[in-house]
């Protein structure tokens, strides 16, 4: 069972940056697509952000988020990344990371909450 552990949530103001990270138990390099997606109160879990690796690396990301947040990857520590600046109140919600292995192996990570308020 692979693990993966997020961090770096927590409340910061509107127009604050935070930086999450989600930490593999295993080798991310073979990954083939990695995404952050985010759940607020009462709403379904979207995609926000993503990484998709075939003959090259491709990041896409929702409008919402497009020019404030930052997806990355860092294979020599299994760790993929969210920059996210300019937060804003609607960010507001659980982030969760997600990777998917050859395969068809995917894993969620437990979540971490980021709240945008003043």
């Known amino acids: 069972q692979v693990q993966l552990v997020e961090s770096g949530g927590g409340l910061v103001q509107p127009g604050g940056s935070l930086r999450l990270s989600c930490a593999a138990s295993?080798?991310?390099?073979?990954?083939?697509?990695m995404g952050w997606y985010r759940q607020a109160p009462g709403k379904q879990r979207e995609l926000i952000a993503q990484?998709?690796?075939?003959?090259?690396?491709?990041?896409n990301y929702i409008d919402s988020v497009k020019g404030r947040f930052t997806i990355s990857r860092d294979n020599a520590k299994n760790t993929v990344y969210l920059q996210m600046n300019n937060l804003k109140p609607e960010d507001t919600a659980v982030y969760y990371c997600?990777?998917?292995?050859?395969?068809?192996?995917?894993?969620w990570g437990q979540g971490t909450q980021v709240t945008v308020s003043s």
């Open positions: 990484i998709t690796v075939t003959r090259g690396l491709t990041t």
């Open positions: 997600y990777v998917l292995w050859p395969g068809g192996e995917g894993f």
């Open positions: 295993r080798s991310i390099s073979s990954g083939s697509f």
